[in-house]
């Protein structure tokens, strides 16, 4: 990984300064409180035991604790770009290795940096990573949140991609082994801001989606993709979040509020203690919102 900034500065017009990458915010400690997971449950219909009652963490639940630190991700901005440019991000992949699962009680230590920026023709991606411990030091988890800034121009192309796609290559196909619907409630975004601190305007306010060129108020993509985690886990009937290894997607179409989510289950791999799979997911107009979907459990 390159971080010498060589072709990311791009002169005071570009936005994007890669000589920021790799700067790593101050570590910042967070409680895990048993009403927060059972808030995440119910902000993600989750009705599992285990996270109802608020032991274990959903999986899709580490992004909670790395919110505070996700911003570090804007360090790349220029300061004075940043109001104009904000309004164009939308999350556009996301990938977790999982250490081992979040659990109440736990004290959290987290940390990110921007590790990544990529011109592409029809914007600028960014690619931000979080490093989870426990306070001995001992890895939780690691995440990799793109951010894509839809028509913002830069010159940037240096750092690191994030590994969601490479998970897949070369395991296009697999055999299906369920298609699952689940229904997306009206007021699902409003509930997950609540619960996971993402109180970003285009989950919120209609008449900001529709201004920055969204059809209105969109489904946050992280809780689309806590949908598509649960899909998997009851096409293999796994019964714990504890099981997952790995999960990520890349976010393809924004998903509306009132719409339903159908998930299609591939089998990659059943041998070893491992078991993984690929998802897509489409809406109710059958257009695909979620791809590249990878989910591996050890089991």
């Given at each position: 990984?390159?971080?010498?900034?060589?072709?990311?500065?791009?002169?005071?017009?570009?936005?994007?300064?890669?000589?920021?990458?790799?700067?790593?915010?101050?570590?910042?400690?967070?409680?895990?409180e048993p009403a927060m997971i059972v808030a995440y449950a119910a902000a993600t219909n989750d009705r599992t035991p285990e996270s109802a009652g608020g032991a274990l963490a959903p999986p899709?639940?580490?992004?909670?604790?790395?919110?505070?630190?996700?911003?570090?991700?804007?360090?790349?901005?220029?300061?004075?770009?940043?109001?104009?440019?904000?309004?164009?991000?939308?999350?556009?992949?996301?990938?977790?290795?999982?250490?081992?699962?979040?659990?109440?009680?736990?004290?959290?230590?987290?940390?990110?940096?921007?590790?990544?920026?990529?011109?592409?023709?029809?914007?600028?991606?960014?690619?931000?990573?979080?490093?989870?411990?426990?306070?001995?030091?001992?890895?939780?988890?690691?995440?990799?949140?793109?951010?894509?800034?839809?028509?913002?121009?830069?010159?940037?192309?240096?750092?690191?991609?994030?590994?969601?796609?490479?998970?897949?290559?070369?395991?296009?196909?697999?055999?299906?082994?369920?298609?699952?619907?689940l229904p997306i409630d009206g007021d699902q975004p409003a509930r997950y801001a609540q619960a996971s601190g993402d109180h970003n305007r285009i989950h919120l306010d209609d008449e900001f989606?529709?201004?920055?060129?969204?059809?209105?108020?969109?489904?946050?993509?992280?809780?689309?993709?806590?949908?598509?985690?649960?899909?998997?886990?009851?096409?293999?009937?796994?019964?714990?979040?504890?099981?997952?290894?790995?999960?990520?997607?890349?976010?393809?179409?924004?998903?509306?509020?009132?719409?339903?989510?159908?998930?299609?289950?591939?089998?990659?791999?059943?041998?070893?203690?491992?078991?993984?799979?690929?998802?897509?997911?489409?809406?109710?107009?059958?257009?695909?919102?979620?791809?590249?979907?990878?989910?591996?459990?050890?089991?």
């Open positions: 990984m390159s971080l010498s900034g060589t072709g990311g500065s791009g002169g005071a017009a570009d936005p994007f300064d890669a000589g920021a990458l790799g700067r790593w915010s101050e570590p910042r400690t967070f409680t895990v899709v639940f580490a992004i909670v604790p790395g919110w505070g630190s996700i911003g570090a991700g804007a360090s790349i901005i220029a300061k004075e770009r940043r109001g104009e440019v904000q309004g164009r991000v939308v999350h556009g992949e996301q990938w977790t290795d999982y250490f081992r699962p979040i659990r109440a009680g736990d004290e959290l230590v987290v940390r990110a940096a921007a590790v990544g920026v990529h011109a592409k023709s029809s914007g600028t991606t960014v690619v931000t990573k979080i490093e989870t411990r426990d306070t001995a030091g001992e890895p939780v988890n690691d995440q990799y949140a793109t951010t894509f800034y839809r028509g913002v121009a830069s010159s940037a192309d240096d750092g690191e991609v994030a590994p969601s796609l490479g998970a897949l290559r070369g395991k296009e196909e697999g055999r299906l082994i369920a298609t699952i619907t989606a529709r201004s920055v060129g969204l059809p209105g108020i969109i489904v946050h993509g992280m809780c689309t993709l806590a949908f598509a985690s649960r899909a998997a886990r009851l096409a293999l009937a796994q019964p714990s979040a504890a099981a997952f290894r790995r999960l990520g997607c890349r976010f393809t179409r924004p998903l509306l509020p009132g719409d339903v989510l159908t998930t299609d289950v591939f089998l990659l791999e059943d041998s070893g203690g491992v078991q993984s799979v690929r998802f897509e997911c489409a809406n109710g107009a059958g257009e695909a919102v979620l791809g590249a979907g990878y989910a591996e459990f050890a089991t």
